[in-house]
T-cell receptor
Framework: KQEVTQIPAALSVPEGENLVLNCSFTDSAIYNLQWFRQDPGKGLTSLLLIQSNQREQTSGRLNASLDKSSGRSTLYIAASQPGDSATYLCAVSVPRTDSWGKFQFGAGTQVVVTP | DAGVIQSPRHEVTEMGQEVTLRCKPISGHDYLFWYRQTMMRGLELLIYFNNNVPIDDSGMPEDRFSAKMPNASFSTLKIQPSEPRDSAVYFC????????????FGSGTRLTVV
């Protein structure tokens, strides 16, 4: 069974510092990986989707890398702002016939960016 | 597109009552997922559908939970009878294989059973 782990569970950084969020998974045969942001009391917003044949995806200040061989993905947020404070979750999907299209989620990293 | 639409946003009910949560996926999406989120357990997949057909309901906690998808634009999750331990935020998400299955989530329904 695919296990997804996000460490640390919580992180606090001063404004302007770069954020580095980690996601690890046990089964390297993934189909794709998706990063989400969740604000308190809100739903999940998709940030980036990386396909298994890609090494990274970028959107504005966000960059996500994928290393399937080591079972890791990293989300970088450049020049953090207080508005980046949220919980960040990663999710992976495995191309198995009995679970096609289904993502397994990590528990998330709660980020606080202090002014 | 209006995104994934869930209703109601909040639901407070008494123990033993029937609760029905609703979801309208993004038009054209062929997968629909129901998740439950709590502080203790995080996000749990309850059931998912492909082209309106239930594929995996192994996450449904017990027979009190049931889900239907009568057509491509509507799904319901029903709890009967409800219990206080069902209190959680219930999310619906949809995806499309041609978009590499990336999820789009609804805003969720916060259920409180008293």
């Amino acid at each position: 069974k695919q296990e997804v782990t996000q460490i640390p569970a919580a992180l606090s950084v001063p404004e302007g510092e770069n954020l580095v969020l980690n996601c690890s998974f046990t089964d390297s045969a993934i189909y794709n990986l998706q990063w989400f942001r969740q604000d308190p009391g809100k739903g999940l917003t998709s940030l980036l989707l990386i396909q298994s044949n890609q090494r990274e995806q970028t959107s504005g200040r966000l960059n996500a890398s994928l290393d399937k061989s080591s079972g890791r993905s990293t989300l970088y947020i450049a020049a953090s702002q207080p508005g980046d404070s949220a919980t960040y979750l990663c999710a992976v999907s495995v191309p198995r016939t009995d679970s096609w299209g289904k993502f397994q989620f990590g528990a998330g990293t709660q980020v606080v960016v202090t002014p | 597109d209006a995104g994934v639409i869930q209703s109601p946003r909040h639901e407070v009910t008494e123990m033993g009552q029937e609760v029905t949560l609703r979801c309208k996926p993004i038009s054209g999406h062929d997968y629909l997922f129901w998740y439950r989120q709590t502080m203790m357990r995080g996000l749990e997949l309850l059931i998912y559908f492909n082209n309106n057909v239930p594929i995996d309901d192994s996450g449904m906690p017990e027979d009190r939970f049931s889900a239907k998808m009568p057509n491509a634009s509507f799904s319901t999750l029903k709890i009967q009878p409800s219990e206080p331990r069902d209190s959680a935020v219930y999310f619906c998400a949809s995806s499309f294989y041609r978009a590499n299955y990336g999820y789009t989530f609804g805003s969720g329904t916060r259920l409180t059973v008293v």
